[in-house]
């Protein structure tokens, strides 16, 4: 009996092992069949040196609105307007406060017209770190074939590379077919305010989009365990952004004579339940569609793996969800940002906080989000206080003109790329736009590595001369095929 048992047991495993190894030989990507486009030729160095000058105008958004800068805006608006004549000369131009919108009117007003947008407002320097940068962060200096300083990356240099672009096809004589808008966002940092008055300025005039694309991600190499090409994760999705305030209460008094419970030690263990307790994360869905797919350029071992996610799908949520970047993929993340207690040194606080940041997965709601916090840590000593957000953003197609525009003029520029489905987990200018788009797409066509990453928002932000070149053109081609059909 136990003989039947073990071998009816063994050809259950061989019938197993035999599906996945099928699988996995199955789940191999396809030989790309690209066409490399016309070479697109610009001057490089001046496009670099554009930039760079750019990146000089301390354009920063603060939180206070008595800091903001009114003549660093005013100065890149008319830097931009004297650099750039030919892009002002063909569009019309309507400002609203300090964000642009340009109108580049297309031969054939019975096409919905298409937008590209980006922001050239930029985040502060923390005060006292400027001495860590390589290169000081506003003085726009190329070296090592890099352009450097705030903004390099985030997001001047998409606002610079689509004026570059449209300029490069104004000069040689290109007319679109299809209308084509520009908005620049001058405030994107804190919330977007001249993205929505652009974005409400065009439901008004009737605009409806065929589709936007604004920044996003990048074209990234190394980025993805074994696959050696280049990936551009086109975002078709946008995470939403809440926050909580976890509030613990207990009796105050003189810190000469604690309870054994303050309103401190019963915040932590709050947070501590809580980051135990993350909320559920999966590949499924947008997360799923855009790991199928890298996953066939990766070795043998990872598509055995993915290829039979209906066998190792616990081993593989487990895994990605070890690694900051690509947990925020799959899931809402928490992340405690601020912390308040008492007073002074030697009280005993009779409130205790906590500010939570959530950034939500399309999955999941504000609504539900706060009822998974309530669960967990809700009781007659802890709180949850909602202080609002914005839900995740719709999901657009990528099986779509604007996608398809988008990934193949990227082949045409860098060769071979891996364009895949992805999903952005910071917040845009786009959650504005994509209110009045048919799809909205959130992609730099820039290419970075992991180390560049610490410059979002950091230290020695920067950028390759060469990729932000590449970027150019693939900005041309991209403009020129949207606005063609």
Request: net charge negative.
């Amino acid at each position: 009996m136990l003989k039947k048992f073990l071998l009816s047991l063994f050809v259950i495993l061989l019938a197993l092992l035999l599906i996945a190894l099928i699988r996995t030989f199955m789940h191999t990507a396809a030989e790309s069949e690209f066409i490399e486009g016309e070479v697109v030729s610009i001057d490089e160095s001046k496009a670099s040196e554009n930039l760079a000058a750019s990146i000089r105008f301390k354009t920063i958004s603060y939180q206070d609105n008595e800091q903001f800068p009114k003549q660093e805006f005013d100065n890149f608006i008319k830097w931009a307007s004297i650099t750039y004549p030919e892009f002002h000369q063909a569009m019309k131009l309507e400002q609203l406060e300090h964000s642009l919108l340009f109108k580049w009117e297309g031969s054939d007003s019975t096409l919905a017209p298409i937008l590209f947008e980006g922001h050239y407002d930029v985040v502060p320097v923390i005060p006292g770190t400027e001495d860590l940068w390589e290169e000081m962060p506003f003085a726009g200096t190329i070296s090592n074939n890099r352009i450097w300083g705030r903004g390099s990356l985030d997001d001047k240099s998409g606002v610079i590379g689509l004026m570059e672009a449209a300029t490069h096809l104004i000069n040689n004589n290109f007319q679109p077919k299809r209308t084509v808008f520009f908005g620049f966002g001058h405030d994107e940092e804190i919330g977007g305010g001249g993205a929505a008055l652009i974005t409400e300025k065009l439901k008004n005039d009737g605009v409806q989009l065929h589709w936007s694309l604004g920044e996003g991600s990048f074209v990234n190499r190394g980025f993805f365990p074994g696959v050696n090409k280049l990936v551009a994760p086109i975002n078709v999705a946008e995470k939403g952004i809440m926050n909580l305030m976890i509030v613990a209460k207990a009796k105050g008094g003189h810190s000469s004579t604690p309870s054994k419970r303050t309103a401190v030690t019963i915040l932590a263990e709050a947070l501590v339940k809580l980051e135990k307790e993350p909320l559920p994360g999966s590949l499924e869905g947008l997360s799923a569609a855009m790991f199928d797919e890298v996953s066939k350029h990766m070795p043998f071992g990872y598509r055995f793996l993915f290829a039979n996610r209906w066998l190792f799908g616990g081993m593989i949520d487990s895994q990605m969800s070890s690694t900051p970047v690509i947990n925020a993929m799959i899931r809402t993340t928490t992340a405690p940002t601020m912390l308040s207690g008492s007073i002074k040194s030697n009280v005993l606080p009779i409130e205790a906080s906590a500010l939570i940041n959530f950034r939500l997965h399309p999955r999941d709601s504000i609504k539900s989000v706060t009822e998974h916090v309530r669960r967990i840590v809700g009781s007659d000593e802890v709180e949850v206080r909602s202080l609002g957000g914005m839900e995740a953003s719709g999901i657009s197609s990528w099986n779509s003109p604007g996608f398809n525009i988008v990934a193949s003029s990227l082949d045409k520029i860098y060769g071979d790329v891996v364009s895949v489905p992805g999903l952005m987990i910071a917040a845009s200018d786009t959650r504005h736009y994509s209110k009045i788009a048919d799809n909205s797409f959130r992609f730099n066509p820039f290419s970075i590595v992991p180390e560049d990453m610490t410059g979002f928002h950091g230290t020695n932000e920067s950028i390759d001369v060469d990729s932000f070149v590449a970027g150019v053109k693939t900005y041309v081609e991209i403009i020129a095929e949207g606005s063609s059909n």
